[in-house]
Each structure stands twice: as structure tokens, then as C-alpha cells.
């Protein structure tokens, strides 16, 4: 078959798609950096530095059923997750990811053209996600702080609307909508999903309000807190109608065992990762208040494991790409709403340290 005879079979609306751009993997980079590979520090795709729980690893080495499908029904999951977090097992699915439950939920709620909202700047999964499932996407610009206008989302809500999404805290710019803000939205009785991918380093949750508002849902991760994100599993918290027909339609085997196992044993030293919690706050504090002094550079107050920064004087891409160079890896924003910025994972101290020791030797470069 010719690529033009490909190209006709390809849906209009996705051929023209803006791909969703994900992190660089630092093998990939060859002879763009200055250091090996094995020097190179991720700080671009909010990974925790310090990895998963010991427990996970032993539990990893021990299993042996390789050659088995795991649970379809994700029973062991949904149970020990009840437990965690005090939720009825009914209302939880797990998946490959909490982008394919995002995926799976978009896939349940609209038709073609129906409605989501979706307030920018935010995680660009809600875009593109919206659009590959024939989803009209619906933005309302944040505010100056990166704060949503309760009003001008309720005026964008229309007989078409299926869904309003939400990221708290919002990744890239790490600030938080208070709860009586999204009670507001619950009260529209439109369908509300919060994504809570770092809620572990807030501390607040939408969570107790699931039996008030049958319109409310929240996903999670273990990617960030607990260290797995190379296994990919998320979850998410729904109304028991919804988490029946996620269940439904969902792929069959769509967590791996691997994931099943390490899920199973982090939640048994939830302490442990939790202390490495602490550790990333107590540095992303400290960051914040280094990144302050450089006066090229405005970093916003984060509340997740990373620190959004605008560049006042010079290139964010120049400076991106001179980071690169020495090593440093880096998230570049120059998008509607976040021109000249970058985002920053929380490293451990001596990568933080190096973060900053190269930083502040740039500002020459980035103006040249």
C-alpha cells in the first residue's frame, strides 16, 4: 500500500494532530551532551529520584507466576487500595497508567463533538487525549497566578458539555485550586474529574466528597510518590456506575502482574515512601528559595515535585538546550500562557545542587 493510499485512511482531524511531547530518554541523546549518559540528571519528567520501595524490589525478585495473566477483575488491587484509602473497592479501577484510564473515561463519556473543559495552562494529556476520542475541547485560559475563573468555566458549560477536568496540583505550574473551588464545579452536576498525580506532596484531597457528589472522580498515580513509573499504574476513584462500565470496556489484562506485585508491596511501607516524600518537599523548599535569588528568573510556588520558572531576561530554549549540554535535563514550555519557561523535577540535594551551580553560570549564554 502507498503512503498516499495511507494518508486517505488516516482520520482528517488526527494527521494534523500536535503530537503530546514526552520526556527524553538520555540514551537518546548522544552527542548533544558534554557528559555520559550515565551522568546525565533527569529532571525533566517528575520522576522520583529516589525509586521505589525495597519492598517492591524483593517482591519483584521473589515472584515467579511470569508466565500467568493477572487478575482482569485487578481484585487483590482494588481490596488493598480500599484499605489505603478508605474507598469502597467498587468505585476503584486501576490501569496501565492513569493515562489510560483518562483515555478509557473520555472513550465512555463522549460522542463525537461532545464538550470537555479544560482550563490552560495544565497537563496536555486533557487536550490531546479529547481530541484522538473525537472530543471538542473547550479552554478557559487561567488567570495571571495560574488560578481557574470558577466563572468563566461555569459560562462554558453547554448541553454539550460531558466533562470539566481539572490537574490539582496543576502540572506545570504546580499551584493548587482550593476545595471550595472544585465544590463550586461538583455543584454544576456536570461530570468533574480531578487528577491528583501529586497529591502526595500536598496533602489535600477531594477524596471525602466522592459520596456527596456522584458527579465527582479523581485519579491517581504511583508514578510519582511511590517510584513506579516505569511500571505504569495509576487509578482512579469513580461513582460506582462509572467504575463498572470503566471495567467493562477497559483492556482485559491492562495491568501487568510486575505492577500487580510492587503496587501491593509499596502499600505495605507506605512510611518508607513517604519519608522520601518529605525529603523531595524539604528540598523543593529549598530550590525555590535559590531559584528566587537568580534575578533572570521567576519560579512559581509549587505545591507537587517540581518548580515551574518563566526566564525574564534571555532564552528559556537557550537556556534548555545549555542545561542539556552540561548534563542537566530540564521540561521547555513555549505554548500560549507559558512562552520562555521551563519546569524543574525535585532531584536529591546533589542533583539539585548541580541543577543550580550550572544554572547560575548561564545567564551570559542565554543572552547571547
Not at 99 to 114: C, K, S, T, V
Not at 227 to 243: H, N, Q, S, T
Not at 338 to 348: A, C, D, H, P, Q
Given at each position: 500500500?502507498?503512503p ?7 482520520r482528517?482531524?488526527?494527521?494534523a ?15 548533544t ?9 533527569k ?10 520501595s525495597p519492598?517492591?524490589l ?10 500467568k ?26 490501569s ?10 473520555y ?12 482550563c ?13 476520542n473525537?472530543?471538542?475541547?473547550v479552554?478557559?485560559p ?21 466533562l ?9 505550574t ?12 461538583a455543584?454544576?452536576g ?8 501529586y497529591?502526595?506532596f500536598?496533602g489535600?484531597t477531594?477524596?471525602?466528597?466522592v459520596?456527596?457528589?456522584?458527579n ?9 510518590w511511590a ?14 456506575e ?6 467493562k470496556?477497559?483492556?482485559p ?55 515551574f520558572c ?12 545549555a ?46
Amino acid at each position: 500500500m502507498s503512503p498516499e493510499r495511507i494518508e486517505k485512511l488516516i482520520r482528517k482531524d488526527l494527521s494534523a494532530l500536535g503530537a503530546y511531547s514526552a520526556h527524553k530518554a538520555p540514551e537518546t541523546l548522544g552527542s548533544t551532551t558534554e557528559v555520559p549518559v550515565e551522568e546525565i540528571i533527569k529532571l525533566d519528567a517528575n520522576e522520583n529520584p529516589y525509586g521505589c520501595s525495597p519492598k517492591s524490589l524483593a517482591a519483584l525478585a521473589e515472584a515467579r507466576n511470569w508466565h500467568k495473566y493477572p487478575d482482569s477483575l485487578q481484585t487483590s488491587l482494588r481490596d488493598a487500595l480500599q484499605q489505603h484509602m478508605g474507598v469502597a473497592a467498587d468505585r476503584i479501577v486501576c490501569s496501565n497508567g492513569s493515562g489510560e484510564l483518562l483515555d478509557d473515561l473520555y472513550a465512555l463519556l463522549l460522542e463525537n463533538g461532545d464538550e470537555v473543559i479544560n482550563c490552560v495552562p495544565t497537563f496536555d494529556m486533557f487536550r490531546f487525549r479529547t481530541l484522538v476520542n473525537r472530543g471538542k475541547l473547550v479552554n478557559v485560559p487561567r488567570d495571571s497566578s495560574f488560578d481557574i475563573d470558577i466563572g468563566k468555566i461555569k459560562a462554558a458549560i453547554t448541553k454539550k458539555t460531558r466533562l470539566i477536568v481539572l490537574a490539582n496540583p496543576n502540572n506545570p505550574t504546580g499551584n493548587v485550586t482550593p476545595q471550595k473551588d472544585l465544590l463550586t464545579l461538583a455543584e454544576t452536576g456536570v461530570p468533574l474529574l480531578v487528577d491528583e498525580a501529586y497529591y502526595e506532596f500536598w496533602g489535600e484531597t477531594i477524596l471525602p466528597q466522592v459520596d456527596k457528589y456522584p458527579n465527582l472522580m479523581v485519579l491517581r498515580t504511583f508514578s510519582k510518590w511511590a517510584g513506579l513509573a516505569g511500571l505504569r499504574i495509576g487509578y482512579g476513584i469513580f461513582p460506582p456506575e462509572i467504575a463498572r462500565y470503566l471495567m467493562k470496556i477497559k483492556l482485559p489484562y491492562n495491568v501487568s502482574l510486575a505492577a500487580t506485585v510492587a503496587v501491593l508491596a509499596a502499600l505495605k511501607d507506605v512510611d518508607y515512601l513517604m519519608g522520601n516524600v518529605r525529603k523531595l518537599i524539604a528540598e523543593r523548599e529549598r530550590l525555590f528559595a535559590e531559584l528566587q535569588k537568580i534575578s533572570w528568573l521567576k519560579p512559581y510556588p509549587s505545591q507537587a515535585n517540581f518548580i515551574f520558572c518563566v526566564v525574564k531576561k534571555g532564552s528559556a530554549l537557550k537556556l534548555v538546550q545549555a542545561l542539556q549540554r552540561k548534563g542537566i535535563l530540564v521540561r521547555y514550555y513555549d505554548q500560549p500562557l507559558l512562552e520562555n519557561s521551563f519546569r524543574v523535577s525535585i532531584g536529591k540535594p546533589e542533583q539539585n545542587g548541580k541543577f543550580l551551580q550550572i544554572l547560575r553560570g548561564l545567564e551570559a549564554e542565554i543572552n547571547g
